[in-house]
């Protein structure tokens, strides 16, 4: 008999052992042709450009399919409409806020840290692009320290860490740069001699504001408003690599550890978050008086989404028989998922998460064969032929 994992995508609030009863599964999902997304597109500013799939070549397209919860549904509902259904994304975010009372907690934003690897990159970046019309302030980084693969293989061998200081901020108003006052950045190329237009086999898309420099978001933040709510979304990238962790980054990025609503991890654990005090402090109420800031002695939704990717990865195997990467830079292949794609699927699971106040996600997937692994695939391209400084980045 083959061992089966239960593995859990873990929602709960930190220091309260309440069980919230509802479950959402992934076991009973796969993946659905459907037509294009139109979303957003290779133009978004906030994707890294690596990740773009502009004239994918491939039929159906990448942007084609989506994950349904359910196969055996007749015209299968998504994510996406199990998100409208509850009231749209940030619907359920208001009840996060770890509020002091409501008319503190309704003066405040809610804040939302993802930190994680380039895969969680991507859902921090799908979010940020898909409601772009909303985005009011954008900051991400102008330089900062080198984070491919030849720098992680120093790191494992030294641990010497960055610094928080190398990365030089810059803040973008969005309001401006919709009415043709700021000049935009691109996010992306991050190294080696590749240029803007590597990354587009079609040239920089038409109609679009070309950049005259380009950007990083290892570190980085963005602001919405959606409706009277206003939701502050925060990104590290691999936090432990970063000297002191999570919180040095968030200071920079004006954020202090009892401010966090929900925090979403693929390493929850003291090695991701780089020490058990990021826990700890997530679990303690703020020192701060209520009229100072909002915060109580609930602690921050913690969401663990480090078995999504692979679960996902798994089922398109099953369902389509291959993977799909970005396919489409000119001098590079790339090992991430196209935008937009997968990783909106991942950002509807996440809000159907949310807005189901679910306790955890269960896909009940074979262990054996189900590691993360890269989006393109030497057996279906014909070769591999993406850099390693666009693997790890």
Partial sequence: MRRRSASLLFLYRMGHGRQLPEVLS??????????????????CWLMDARYNCQNDPRVPAASAWRHVPNLNVTHGVTWRDVVDSHGGAFAGLQELRRSCGREIANERAINVVIVGCSYLRQVYEAISCRWFDLVTRVTVHSRGPRMDKAWLKKYRRRRS?????????????????????????????????????????GGYPQGATRPRRTCEDNIGSFELVWRNLTVRFYYAFRARFTAGGLPPILDTLGLQLSEIDLIVCDTC????LHDASV?????????????QRSGDQRGAVLIDFSTVRQTLQAQMRRDIGHLYGATNGVKIND?????????????????????????????????????ARFWNETDLYGTSNYTEIEQFS
């Fill in 26 to 43: 992934l076991a009973h999902g796969g993946w659905v042709q459907r037509s294009e997304r139109h979303d957003y597109n290779a133009s």
């Fill in 161 to 201: 860490a960055h610094n928080v200081s190398a990365f030089a901020l810059l803040s973008l108003d969005t309001g401006l740069i919709k009415r043709g006052q700021q000049q935009v950045c691109q996010i992306g190329p991050t190294g080696g001699n590749l240029t803007l237009d590597s990354y587009y086999v």
């Fill in 269 to 272: 654990g003291p090695d991701g």
């Fill in 279 to 291: 826990l700890r402090n997530l679990n303690r109420a703020s020192p701060i008086p209520c009229h």
């Fill in 335 to 371: 090992g991430h998922p196209c935008m937009p794609g997968i990783p909106d699927d991942e950002v509807d699971i996440l809000f159907s998460t949310l807005l189901t106040k679910s306790r955890h996600i269960d896909h009940n997937l074979p262990a054996d064969g189900y590691s």
